[in-house]
DNA sequence: GTAGTTTAGTGAACACTGTTCACTTTTCGA
DNA sequence: TCGAAAAGTGAACAGTGTTCACTAAACTAC
């Protein structure tokens, strides 16, 4: 295997890139209709006519193939937020945008954002190695979905918007809790969208922007102007 | 299969539910450690003396099996918010008691929780049979999980403490997004209980509190300002 | 151009998995 | 005591991810 220098300079180089991708749409094809369960190695194998074992000369194993079409989706997903985020509109407008965005794109790949967040991680008391590991996540891309959110409450907070007593990690893992939470239900609750009276057809669109009035009216400062029906139209 | 009369009048009957249990014991404890990967009919088979065979004597399927110790168990989260939320205590308190009961009991029991919303539900266009589904849904641990929330919102509102403007429905949703956030983001992103500067030993606690308080907030009955009013500088 | 060394690709096999089915053994009511 | 029903079993089926010895092709160095 030949490692040194750009891959797809010489001609095995941009072959062998060629395959792996072919590899990865394939399996991209698969996982985003039927998920881990309909993806087998032998499946891909044959839509691509290659031998089974052929696939173990461009990925370790199934679970970096999957690993990597996480990595990919949640790449995709944190591009669409950070774009919605940077906006040139009003804070509270964007802040809004950022979250739908973020539960309309979890929502759209279903198997894709259940599967990036399907390892159990094992609780060990040993938390003195925190901020090595905390370093570390932060260069994740669930790290950089956080970060996004901590800035998103800091900035509210300098512009008078959001209320200062707040720890804005705290709150941002209030926030992403809550985003998450909205996503994982649509998809895995059946009908989750219809749960309420004259559910109509943007049902889930309106329920995330309730969801996001709702939260942000906890995160405001205390002293607001006048009353207003928050709720989604 | 004898199935009229109760099981377990007669001595067979008594030694069936008595075999089932044990079934359903070993493969509780292999899933509590280890969930669905672990557990493996063989392997039950092995730890209750049985061969593999006889365990679909008394289940269908595996998923049968499983499906079994999600139910028990979302009872159980059941049995425990339902508890906390009619103690004779100030509403507040018990509603924040509610929340912190159900995340709690939810990351004690990581594989179960996870397995409960481990189904993905397809989505078909066809919203016109929803009422039908609905009155299904509310049967079910989800819909009792979610009628608990509807409830504390509607009393809540009674109370003058929530916003009456606000559809129940729609708010116990979002109460009930929130905590399945919580609860999974806790399970599955490793260290996400330290997360937030100077993090101590009941982070989790602490944080459910303030996820709490801030929900809470945003459901309280007061002034909010409008969205175009606040312009970002 | 030829020799030697990586690389690509393969088929058979291993150790699993959930599940079925013909089969024996036990239990129990008539 | 007899016959039916249930309990329990071992072998097999079809499937999985993965490995490994092997061939065939491609690249490097002389």
Redesign the interface.
Known sequence: MQTDIPVDKTPAGRRRKRVRESIIAAAEKVFARE?EDGLSIRRLAEEIDYSPSAIYKYFESKEELIDELKEAFFERLMDRVDTSSSAD??????A?DCLITYVETATHR??HY?AA?????QKDEC?SL?PK??EA?MTTN?GKA?SILVDMVE?GQA?G?FDNA??P???A??L???????A??V??????E????D?G?DSTTD?IT??AN???????AQP????????AG
């Open positions: 998920g509109r009003p804070f509270l407008d964007r809004r279903p198997y259940a967040f399907s390892s159990i991680q938390a925190m590991d905390w996540f669930k956080f900035e512009l918007v707040l720890e990690a705290q709150a893992k209030s992403w809790a809550s985003l998450h939470g909205v994982q239900l998809i895995h609750v059946p009908h989750f219809q749960l309420i009276p559910a057809k329920f309730f969801h709702l939260l942000i009216r906890g995160l405001q607001v102007a006048e009353a207003k029906d928050i709720q």
